[in-house]
């Protein structure tokens, strides 16, 4: 099994890499923001891979991460995605943005990948909703504040400040991190119209 590659660039597909280690060259299948961020022909370059071997080949997909490729299988966990679906979701949301959409049972936000219908973004957020904050990433420190929001625990002040907030316009997540931050600020006894107005301040910055 290839568990990593370190090498240089050779080539740059369209949805995959061509990594040349030590003169020998491995075709390794990325996302598009994994491919826009790799760099240039003839730069080095570091990919964790996950392998995949069939009876009729042998392919490889390339992270920049190691929490990417834990997303990569844990998607594939959910019924009815495969690989390329998997790989359309990475190349929408990073790994922080999904763990949120997830706990928030955001399913607009994860439908936005390309192949990913509404039902399938319904088994998504669904089936991953207990073990989304263990791959959270950079999000881990308001992953529970999320999951509150999302499951309909969240107290009322706090779920008609986030509500506001996305009528507004602002995506569910950035309402839920202007929230968050206001909450640090105003307390826990803040009624929804100061939670409100700090957010606005917290997103205006």
Known sequence: MIGKLKGTIDEIGEDHVVVDVHGVCYIAFCSSRTLSRIGSVG?????????YVRED????FGFLSALERQWFNLLQSVQGVGSKVALAVLSTLTPSELANAIALQDK???SRAPGVGPKVAIRIVTELKNKAPAFAGEASATIGFKQELGEGVASAPVSDAVSALTNLGYSRDQAANAVAAALKTAGEAADSAKLIRLGLKELSR
């Open 57 to 60: 080949q042998l392919k490889l």
């Open 108 to 110: 607009a936000a994860v």
């Open 43 to 51: 730069e080095a370059i570091v990919l964790f891979i996950e392998t």
